[in-house]
């Protein structure tokens, strides 16, 4: 669950927070290179690096499918799958109580597309449920079909009239699972972030507040409308 937890809290932002490889000591002599595949993951086989392992790829996506696809990550069929948008960091950071409730893996999507990277995980975990996050300024209509058809499964969507909104639609959709709740600032993404271990493991509901003294134009939910 730990595992799991800390792989949703990197998915969430899609980016892996890890060493570089072969850091461990400076003086130590450069390993061989490690074969993976295209989603990053150590192909059986190779000789291990010391340090580290990294979840990365060329770009978010290809990180993504990295986490999701890894060791320590998701591969049991029939379960849920929470999407999220990629061209935005509110709802990704405000489905870790759901995900955790489901043990589900969080993927992206475009508004008006699925990426391909997205399509290869649906097909390979055949989910039962897919759960999207926000409303169709996040994921249009047309792609929440799509990702239906992907997967071959049922289709729900939690959505708010805004960012702010649609985490308090989640956290309803979780119900009262936890003694704990996570309130973080919707001026960064930053302690949603930390934040998002914490509330995976514990299925705890989270809010955004609105940051204080924030210009107007910066104003996330402004955006969202």
């Not at 870790?96 to 993927?107: D, I, M, T, Y």
């Amino acid at each position: 669950m730990k595992k799991r937890a800390m792989l949703a809290a990197s998915l969430a932002l899609t980016c892996a927070l890890a060493l570089p490889v072969g850091a461990a000591f400076a003086d130590e002599p450069a390993a061989p290179a490690v074969k993976t595949d295209a989603y990053g993951n150590v192909i059986t086989g190779s000789k291990p690096q010391p340090g580290w392992p990294r979840l990365s790829g060329d770009i978010a996506l290809d990180t993504m499918a990295s986490i999701v696809s890894s060791n320590a990550g998701w591969s049991v069929e029939g379960g849920t799958v929470v999407i999220a948008s990629a061209e935005g960091w509110w709802d990704a950071l405000s489905v870790s109580a759901l995900a955790g409730s489901e043990g589900a893996p969080v993927l992206l999507s475009y508004r008006d597309s699925v990426p391909q990277q997205t399509r290869d995980q649906l097909k390979r975990l055949k989910p039962a449920k897919v759960v999207i996050v926000g409303g169709e300024a996040a994921v249009s209509e047309k792609t929440a079909a799509e990702l239906a058809a992907v997967a071959g499964s049922d289709l729900k969507r939690y959505v708010g009239a805004d960012a702010a909104g649609t985490a308090e639609a989640v956290s309803e959709a979780v119900g009262n699972k936890s003694e704990y709740a996570v309130v973080a600032t919707a001026g960064t993404f930053h302690d949603a972030l930390s934040a998002a271990p914490f509330a995976y493991a514990k299925h705890a509901p989270g809010v955004f507040h609105p940051a204080r003294r924030q210009p107007v134009e910066h104003d996330p939910f402004r955006h969202r409308e």
